[in-house]
């Protein structure tokens, strides 16, 4: 028998996960839950939808939702809105798949107490908590786990990794147009208030280390190491839009250097007024090092001449090679997801191209409707996403105090892992 599962927010990001979620082989039951009236329309009136879903399954709020008889839910709300939707979420007897981060508030300290509360919620309600990053399952992230598995970075020396966003959209999404399509919304207008009131009034400083999740994810699942310490340097705004000031001022970019537990560096940039837009990771180690989309390798032995070249090479792996596979029924069920004019038939015979993100939406789906079957700690958990997010905070909290070489909290690995 499937699961039930409730859609939280439908907007720009939200509707992406909408036909994968629901052809889910494991997933019996779909409902949607958005405080627009209109985008809950769209998909209660789609055809694709018919089978697993009923009328009564359409909810205005995430406090009816919370009432309803459902296994789980997908928040996919403002991510200054996660955290304590996500709590009242797991406290209500659901599961809960959260788009990122785990929340984006200008305060680190009270970012850091409801990752201390999200943490204590998962513990105590016993319920299965997923943070939804996508760079987690983009191809090369995948390879790497592997050949970390493998031990074959061999001692790991140092990474880098990238999450620029430019607000203009000169060179790719306009993050100014996707921040005001967030705020017209009637959630959006009731937390951009609260949000002026409580932070940007009291001249507490945003930085983009506090959307941490897209460049710390990569090094710290392939190295499997948190952070012991940072230090930080960021920029002002240039001042030529308003942007910045729209969202209370501080950081345009955050540039940070980590001391990590395994002993390697990392250095992470956090870029939102940068000209290009870029993601993606360089990872070193003695045997392996991951650059320019390319594997390098060395076979370390001891040599016994001075000419003895140790055995290397250089792989450059497709996307399609680098990443794990989906069980066949699943990819069955999401190229009909991703094409619902295909039938059956001629399904059975095609390949799965995973879409989203570097083709990580049908993964992230895949892994939470799975670890809610099986009973299992999901990957991206709640101690793995607090340490993510903790970096990123400290991370912020260095650049306001000029770079000061700052302690990283941590909770630990999740229990069983
Ligand atoms: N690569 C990524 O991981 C990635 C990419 C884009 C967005 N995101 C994340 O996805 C989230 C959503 O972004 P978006 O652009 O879709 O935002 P959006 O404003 O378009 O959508 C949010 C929706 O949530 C609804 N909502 C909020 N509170 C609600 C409540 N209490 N009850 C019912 N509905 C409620 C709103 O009405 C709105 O429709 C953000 O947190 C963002 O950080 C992640």
New binding site residues.
């Given amino acids: 028998m499937g699961i039930s599962i409730g859609m939280?927010?439908?907007?720009?990001?939200?509707r992406g996960f909408v036909n994968l979620f629901k052809a889910h082989p494991m997933v019996d039951r779909i409902a949607f839950?958005?405080?627009?009236p209109d985008?809950i329309k769209k998909w209660a009136d789609d055809p694709f939808m018919k089978h697993k879903f009923q009328a009564k399954d359409a909810y205005?709020?995430?406090d009816e939702i919370c009432k309803s008889d459902l296994d789980a839910l997908v928040i996919?709300?403002?991510?200054q809105?996660?955290a304590p939707?996500c709590i009242q979420a797991m406290k209500s007897g659901k599961h809960v798949f959260s788009?990122?981060?785990i929340i984006?508030l200008p305060d680190g300290n009270e970012m850091l107490e409801w990752c201390d509360k999200m943490i204590a919620t998962v513990k105590s309600t016993g319920q299965r908590y997923m943070l939804?990053?996508?760079s987690y399952y983009v191809p090369e992230a995948m390879f790497l786990r592997r050949k970390q598995k493998e031990g074959a970075f061999g001692r790991f020396i140092s990474a880098v990794d990238e999450y620029s966003h430019d607000y203009s959209g000169a060179h790719g999404c306009s993050l100014r147009k996707?921040q005001l399509?967030?705020d017209a919304?009637?959630?959006?207008i009731a937390s951009i208030k609260i949000m002026r009131q409580k932070y940007f009034s009291q001249g507490i400083l945003y930085g983009p280390m506090h959307y941490p999740t897209?460049s710390m994810v990569g090094p710290v699942s392939i190295m499997n190491a948190h952070a012991l310490k940072v230090s930080a340097i960021g920029t002002k705004p240039t001042g030529y839009d308003d942007y910045f000031e729209m969202s209370g001022g501080g950081f345009s970019n955050e540039t940070a250097f980590f001391h990590m537990s395994n002993g390697a560096v990392f250095s992470a940039r956090e870029y939102r007024e940068v000209t290009g837009e870029s993601g993606g990771n360089s990872i070193y180690g003695t045997c392996g090092t991951w650059r320019n989309g390319k594997w390098l390798w060395t076979k370390r032995e001891y040599n016994t001449t001075v000419d003895q070249i140790p055995a290397h090479g250089v792989e450059e792996p497709t996307a399609a090679e680098m990443r794990d596979p989906l069980p066949r029924d699943v990819q069955k069920a999401f190229i009909l997801a991703q094409d619902q004019s295909l039938t059956a038939e001629k399904v059975e015979n095609m390949d799965f191209t995973p879409h989203g993100?570097g083709g990580s939406h049908p993964y992230l789906v895949h892994e939470f409707v799975s670890a809610v079957v099986e009973n299992r700690m999901p990957t991206i958990n709640a101690w793995e996403a607090a340490r993510y997010m903790a970096m990123g905070i400290m991370a912020h909290e260095s650049v306001l105090k000029d770079g000061e070489l700052l302690k990283v909290p941590d909770w630990g690995d999740a229990p069983g892992q």
């Fill in positions: 939280v927010g439908l907007g720009q990001f939200g839950c958005d405080m627009e985008r205005s709020t995430l996919i709300t403002q991510p809105l996660h939707q788009a990122v981060p984006y939804g990053e996508t996707v399509s967030r919304s009637q959630a959006g897209h993100h």
